[in-house]
Structure formats: C-alpha cells, structure tokens
C-alpha cells in the first residue's frame, strides 16, 4: 500500500488592502482647507485604525459638479491610479459625493470591479464587492442624479442673474485669447491668424480658401483635436463677437432633462449682450465690414431652407472616388448624388440613391445595434484597458502623477498636524496653498498632455452611444437628432452602405437590389 505524506502550504502573511478615500470639498477656499483636512484625519485615522487596512491616500476634488466624471482631476488621479494596480479598495461617504449620473456611477463602478477594486459607499451601506449590490446602487444612483438634476437648476438660476447684471464670463477660450483671471486675454501667438482670417475675407477671398491657406501653411488650430481647418470654422470665427470685446452669452442651453447635453439657443430662452467685457483683437469697422460681406455672401447663394433642415447633409461619401453626396429632387422623390457623378458618370460610375432607402438602412442598423448592445459594452472595456496601458508606458505622464501625489500626501501630513494643535494655522494654510498652487500647475501640464487622442475620443463616443442605447425602444420611423447624434459618416458602395459611428465603430449595411 502507497504510503502518503501531506506537505502542508506555506502560510502567505495576508497582505494587507490598499485603501483610499474619495471626497469633495468646498469650493471656498477657506471652507475647502478645513474640510479637506477634516476629511483627511478622519480617513486616515478611520483607515489606519484596520489591521488588515493600509492607508493609500485621500483623493478630492473642489465641489464642483458631480454629474459628469470627466471634470474632477482628483477623480481622474484616482482611477490612473486604480489602473496602475495601486488601490484595492476605495472609500466614499455617499453615492452623491462618487458621481451624481447614474450612468457614470454605474460605468466606473463596473470598470473599477474589472480591475479587482471595490467601492463602499459609507452612508448607503453599499460594498460593490458584492454582487448583489448594483440594483440597489442603480437605484441610489438615480436619487444622487434627481439631487444633482435640482442642484443644476440653482445653478442656472445663478448664471442667469449674473448674465442679466453683465457679471457672467464665459470660461471657454477660443482663438486669439486665452483665459486667465476670469476674462479673456489675448494671445500673441494666435492673434495675427485672426487678423489674417478677417483681412483675407474681406480682400475677396472665400472661407474654403482661407482654411485651405491656412492648412498649407501648416498653421494648426488646438481647438480641434484634428488640428485642421475647415469652412465652417472659418465662418465661426468671422462671425463671433468676442473678437471686438463683446459677449453674447446664453448662445446654447443645457436642457432640465437628462442627457445633460448642450442644444443651441434658439429662440427658447433668453440671451445677453455684454459690450466691452474683455479686450478686443478685431475693430468694429473691420467686423461690422465682414458681417455685411457674410450677409451678401448669404443672400447670393442662400441654402434652401430643406437642405438646412436635412441631417443627412455633408455626410455621405462615395466609396469610388471620395466626393461627398448632394441632394436634389427626381420624380418628386428626394435623392442623393455622387457630385463627380453629376459632372460627368465617366468620371464616377456611383448611381443615385433614393433617400428613403438611406434612412431605411439606418434604422436596421440602429436596431441591430440595440440588439446587440453587449457589443458597445465589451468595446468600452477593451478601450479603457487599452488607456490604462497607454498611461502607464507614458513616464511623462507618470511622473507628474508622482509629483502630484507627493504633494497630496504632504497636504496629508500638514492636514493631521493642524487637525492635532502641532502646527499653527496660518503656517498651514500658507504651506496648502503653496503646495496647491503647484498641484494645479502639474495638473494644468498634465492635462496639455493628456489632448484627446484616438483611444479618449472613442472611449467619450462610446458613452454617448451607451447613453442613447440603453434602456431605449427600437426604433420605427427616423429620428433625426438620433441619427446626428451616432453617424459621423455614411459611405456608400454599390452593394452596401458603411455607417461610422461616433466612437468610430463601422457597421455596414446591405443595399436593397435594384
């Protein structure tokens, strides 16, 4: 008989959890010091007070707000970090304080599980390592959003006082300026391209000439991820006011509802003139010329009021020789036409395409897509695992996060100090705010290298299509806004058409046969 010995396993000491904490505090720069290191003593103490606990920094942001992730650098910092394997478990006092959209509690949740990092909400009672929680968070979630929805409206409110009272400037720089001190500061480097912009104009010279200038000159614009220029572009920067000093706030609105998305302002509510709100770059001579210029420009060629309407304009390409489609009336019935197929079919075979038979194709596509939602899902996935490679083979980026954090943590130190009568006040708040002042230059650095690339931009395209797909109906008759909002470009084969889509995701389309 074969005699058996038990070699036992070597007992591993358990290692112990990497915990954080995430807040936000005040926004008062006052209030801010004392609640941040409030916040501080009471996470640090509460965290180092577990055996089994180890204290892996406090993470917080101003109280801005909460119902997108994308504006909170601490936030931000704290799911790198998470990405790069150096937090296990994180702490949050309420779902509120975490996000306050449930689709984005629900997506960093869901992305935070995939990386082995759980989140408890302190006030919920709530620990996502648990499985059967994300019912109950869906619906807490929903709360913090209505919260966060009656917060939004307060602070429209607010804006819309202080654009009455001519108090309101906008935070958005543009090209010419930046923005420094609350107000828009004119920027050396990119004035003489306005100046150039507006002069070219009125010496004759068109807006598709301009750009094309423009790109041959090799002169980028950072206001589009691209970095080219366009016609449309052109004519926005011709058009604006800002460039004589004056505002015209309240141009788009954020709607009561959800999605927060911005819609255009037209007519639905009210707008303000501000006049001399910062420095001008154009003289009004010179704009009040290239307006009327715009405005003859206009009534010479006016777009029918039909082809303004129609989403589908500027849209569709063809497959054979890359022009874009135009589109006209035969037999009653609207169609699309290859514009090098119009010249001449020698030079482009591409047939005309009935317009109904394009819409028809999107809805099959669309609710196919609805169908098989899982698949948006599992790309949003692949697309932030790929990011949290890519920031982890970025030293550059790595580094200012490492810079960051050490002076967080020596925020941390100061924070305990005060909170325990060691340190005095004003030594405290003199040594926060310069530790601050750094902080905000590293993250300013930080996010100058941080531009949205490809994998960013898809990632934001794939929250939109998440967002309009989910919990969504199929679609029987077509809704324009939809259609907008998902297609970036429709290229059309004889055979088939390709629908790109918003994050960049290409799903195709078999054309009816003639």
Known sequence: ???????????????????????????????????????????????????????A????????????????????????DCRAGKIDRILVKSISRFARNTLDCLQTVRELKQL???????????????????????ILGSAAQEESLSISKNLKWSYRRRMKSGDFITSKDLLGYFFKNNTLVPNPKEVPIVEY????????????????????????????????????????????????????????????????RQKRNNGELSQYYIQNSHPAIISRETFEAVQQLLNRRRKRHPP?????????????????????????????ENCWFCALHRKSKDLCPMPNIREQEILMAFLSMYNKLLDNIDILST????????????????????????????????????????????????????????NNKLIEELRQELRQLQEPDDTSSAIEGTRLLLDLLEGAKPMLEFDSSIFQSMVKQITVYQEKFCFQLANGLVLEERRAQS
């Open 197 to 260: 912009i507006f002069n070219s104009y009125l010496s004759g010279k068109g807006t598709d000439e301009i750009a094309d200038e423009l790109n041959v000159a090799n002169l980028k614009t950072n206001k589009k991820p691209s970095g080219r220029w366009h016609s449309t572009m052109i004519r926005y920067i011709l058009s604006n006011e800002k460039y004589i000093g004056d505002s015209l706030v309240q141009k788009r609105y954020t709607p009561e509802d959800l999605p927060l």
């Open 116 to 138: 082995g990092v759980a989140v408890e909400f302190e006030k919920e009672g709530i620990d996502t390592g648990n499985m059967g929680s994300e019912m109950l968070l869906s």
């Open 1 to 55: 008989m074969p005699q058996v010995r038990v070699i036992q396993p070597i007992s591993e000491q358990a290692k112990k959890l990497r915990v954080a904490a995430y807040a936000r505090v005040s926004s008062d720069s006052a209030d801010q010091l004392n609640s941040f290191a409030t916040q501080v003593a009471y996470y640090t103490d509460f965290i180092q007070s577990k055996d089994e606990w180890e204290f």
């Open 304 to 332: 029918s009021v039909e082809m303004q309407q129609t989403p589908l304009r500027s849209t569709i390409r063809c497959a054979l020789c890359g022009s874009y489609f135009h589109k006209h009336k035969s037999n009653g």
């Open 379 to 434: 790309m949003m996935s692949q697309l932030l695992d790929l990011q949290a490679k890519s920031v982890c083979s970025r030293p550059d980026i790595m580094d200012l996060n490492e810079k960051i954090s050490e002076l967080v943590t020596q925020n941390h130190s100061l924070s305990r100090l005060q909170a325990k009568g060691c340190i005095d006040s004003a030594i405290f708040i003199e040594r926060s705010n310069r």
């Open 57 to 80: 920094g406090l993470y917080a942001d101003e109280a801005v707000s909460g119902t997108t992730v994308d504006k909170r650098d601490d936030f931000q910092r704290l799911l790198a």
